[in-house]
Structures are given as C-alpha cells and as structure tokens.
C-alpha cells in the first residue's frame, strides 16, 4: 500500500510551481519519453494482492533503479533532483508521478488529473515486476492484472509508446515506434496496423497488441480515434499513478485556501467557487449529525 501523506494549501501550492519548472525542464531538454518512462516504472510495481510496489518513489534507490527494466533511468531521477531541491516539501513519490503528468502534457497530450499526497517508501520491490517487451500476450495481462488494472489499460498505456524511443545498450533494442518521437498522439496504433515499417521498432508486446482480438478492438478504435484514445488514456494513466494510493482530502480551511489560489487563473474560477461551497455544504452538514 503507497502511504499517504498530510497536504494543505501550501502543499498544493508547491506542487504547482514545480507543474512549472517541470514544463521548463522538459521543454528545454526534450526529456519527456524518458521522464514518463520513469513515472510508469515506479508505479509499474504494484502488486494488488500484497498491497506491495507501486507509485512511493522507491526507484530513487540504487537497488531498485538498477533492475535491468530500469537502465537509463538514473538519467530521469537525477533531471528531476533539481526540481526536488526548489521544492523540498514534495515527496519524490508525487514528483516523479507528477513529471509523467506534465511530460504527456507538454507534448500535445491529454490534461490528466493529479491528485498529490504520496508518501516515500524506502523498501523497494523485488526485480521481475515490470513488463517484459520480448514476451507476448499472457504475459502483458499476467503484468497488468497484477496491478488490478484491465485489457483496455493496458492497449491505451501502451500508446504512450507514441514518446520516445528505445535504445540498446538499455533494452537490446532500437528505434523509435513513431515517425514523431517527441509529439504524444494516436499515431502508435496507426503505425501498429501498417506492419512492419522502416526505420520503426515493433516490439512482440506491440504485435501482441494484434494477436489478441480484444487488445486488437482497442488498436482499432484508438487508430480511427484520437478523441477516444486520449480520454482512454488520460483515466488509465490516472490508476495507474495512484496504484495502491488513497489521496488524502484536504480540511475546510485548506479547501477554502485552496480555492483561493486556484481562482488566481480564470480557468480555476468556477473549480474554486465549487470547492468553497461543496466544502462548506460539508462542515455544515458534519456540524449538524
């Protein structure tokens, strides 16, 4: 189970300002496939029936980033130090998670909801937990079904291939699956229909994605529509950034902070109007049982 932590008005303010210099980085160095990678690794680990893994920030820990699925993500956690040390408050477990976020965000993708508060773990798991790109079907829904996520989380996570590449002294493989490897769009699952291309990899996780007719329903769908494949995305994304993770809820007076500083945008008006009154509606409502 990922822990959770105490979060206020400040908190929230925090992590905002890094959403900020998370931007700023990941533009300016075109690190967003391998900070998203390294989202989804920490996450990945999450085992549903141990209550185990998951989003808590352990792949800071030498032990864990050096299992062989994570070659070359030091280069992510140590990217992501600079933003920790600006804002010491933020737990590495939200950072990495949030840097996921914005690395879809800033690449044309979908807005996915954040919702902080994840506690640091310094217990890491065993190796052997995330996917395997050699494998085929059986084992991408024995990986995913271990965290507790479906057949449609896995065919939409695994768009977000549309990022990056692969490199072989990481992998053992190269190249990257799209023709645009910093743009986050549905053109994985048109290029995964086409067959095999020049110069773009198709792992057997990926042709695994065919030989299944219901993975293959989701390739179709997300091919034709990129509407569909972002909405899809943006909410497996979101479980599997809070594997295991309850997010704490603020107190009346933090909402009510916390509206304030949201109003400070004109796209946060009417999200702050509500907080304060839904809030207010619930300590009158408490006060009153």
Not at 53 to 73: F, K, T, V
Not at 238 to 255: I, Q, R, V, Y
Request: glycine fraction near 8%; charge should be negative.
């Amino acid at each position: 189970m990922v822990g959770s932590i105490a979060i206020d008005a400040e908190y929230l303010k925090e992590i905002e300002k890094a959403r900020r210099d998370l931007r700023s980085l990941i533009s300016s160095r075109s690190c967003a496939p391998i900070m998203l990678r390294l989202a989804w690794h920490d996450a990945g680990t999450y085992d549903a029936k141990t209550r185990t893994g998951g989003p808590d920030g352990s792949i800071r820990h030498e032990q864990e980033y050096a299992h062989n699925a994570n070659n070359g993500l030091k280069i992510a956690i140590d990217l992501c130090e600079g933003v920790k040390a600006k804002h010491p408050r933020i737990t590495y477990a939200d950072l990495y998670q949030l840097a996921g976020v914005v690395a879809v965000e800033v690449t044309g993708g979908p807005a996915i909801d954040f919702a902080p508060g994840r506690k640091d773990s310094s217990e890491s798991p065993e190796e052997g937990r995330l996917p395997d790109g050699a494998q085929g079907v059986s084992h991408l829904r024995d990986i995913f079904y271990r965290m507790g996520l479906s057949d449609k989380d896995i065919v939409a996570l695994s768009g977000g291939h549309t990022l990056g590449r692969a490199h072989r002294e990481r992998s053992g493989y190269e190249g990257p699956w799209t023709k645009e490897p910093l743009k986050f769009d549905n053109s994985y699952f048109v290029e995964l229909l086409k067959g095999e291309s020049e110069g773009l990899l198709k792992l057997p996780t990926d042709k695994a994605l065919l030989e299944d007719p219901k993975f293959r329903y989701y390739v179709e769908l997300y091919a034709k529509d990129e509407d569909a494949f972002f909405t899809d995305y943006a909410a497996s994304h979101k479980k599997l950034s809070e594997l295991g993770f309850n997010p704490p809820s603020l107190g009346f007076k933090d909402a009510v902070k916390n509206s304030a500083l949201l109003a400070q945008s004109a796209v946060g008006v009417a999200v702050a109007a509500a907080v304060v009154i839904f809030s207010y509606f619930y300590e009158v409502h408490r006060k009153t049982k």
